[in-house]
């Protein structure tokens, strides 16, 4: 079957570092993607991985090893407005279709 | 670029009632076309995956006569939910891909989603 994990919530502070971690198993893999939800919102895209590694991107950073089933997301000198759900989402079968299969996300909670 | 608008934003209806919801992408042409559930605290359920002009190709589990979808042109698909019962209620975002953009995979643009509420 298909199951993606991830923590429900997460607290941190303003300035700090957080990582939120995603574990998998899906048939078939095409990419693992990290998405950002603020409530009532469609999700923002913020990372795709496909191999393995780290990618970088200004204050995020986002991590795979496929062999593991495992990603995180790192969020760094955390923000306020940084407090959202953070969706993991694996592209599960190949070719244009693209389709994704989410975690049902992280709150993550930025207090000051 | 890749703007992504539905419509309505917010919809109220009774029980027993067909209710239509819009996704258009706005600036580019979107090859297919995606329909997510979400429920209060649950992931985003894919529900199907529409390609112009073709019929869409719904997930295990989601009634294709109860949610019909139509991708009449490449920059609009409608969701129909016919019949509306009051557990259909959730929030419904549609996705655009299109076609262009990191040749690694079909960037998928997210529409600011639709909250029906079926009384």
């Known amino acids: 079957g298909q199951n993606i994990d991830q923590p429900t919530e997460m607290t941190a502070t303003e300035g700090a570092i957080v990582q939120i971690n995603c574990t998998y198993q899906?048939?078939?893999?095409?990419?693992l993607f990290w998405y950002q939800q603020h409530a009532g919102e469609a999700p923002t895209f913020l990372s795709y991985n496909v191999l393995d590694g780290l990618e970088e991107k200004g204050r995020f950073s986002s991590f795979l090893s496929r062999s593991k089933g495992y990603s995180y997301l790192l969020l760094k000198e955390l923000q306020m407005k940084d407090s959202a759900s953070y969706l993991c989402?694996?592209?599960?079968?190949?070719?244009?279709?693209?389709?994704?299969?989410f975690g049902k996300g992280t709150k993550l909670s930025v207090k000051p | 670029g890749a703007v992504v608008s539905q419509h309505p934003s917010r919809v109220i209806c009774k029980s027993g009632t067909s209710v239509k919801i819009e996704c258009r992408s706005l600036?580019?042409?979107?090859?297919?076309m995606f329909w997510y559930r979400q429920f209060p605290k649950q992931s985003l359920m894919l529900m199907a995956t529409s390609n112009e002009g073709s019929k869409a190709t719904y997930e295990q589990g989601v009634e294709k006569d109860k949610f019909l979808i139509n991708h009449a042109s490449l920059t609009l698909s409608t969701l129909t939910v016919t019949s509306a019962h009051p557990e259909d209620s959730s929030f419904y975002i549609c996705s655009a891909t299109p076609g262009f953009g990191d040749f690694r995979y079909n960037e998928q643009f997210f529409g600011p989603g639709t909250r029906l509420t079926v009384l």
């Open positions: 899906t048939s078939g893999f095409n990419g």
């Open positions: 989402a694996v592209m599960g079968r190949e070719g244009s279709q693209g389709n994704l299969i």
């Open positions: 600036d580019f042409q979107a090859t297919t």
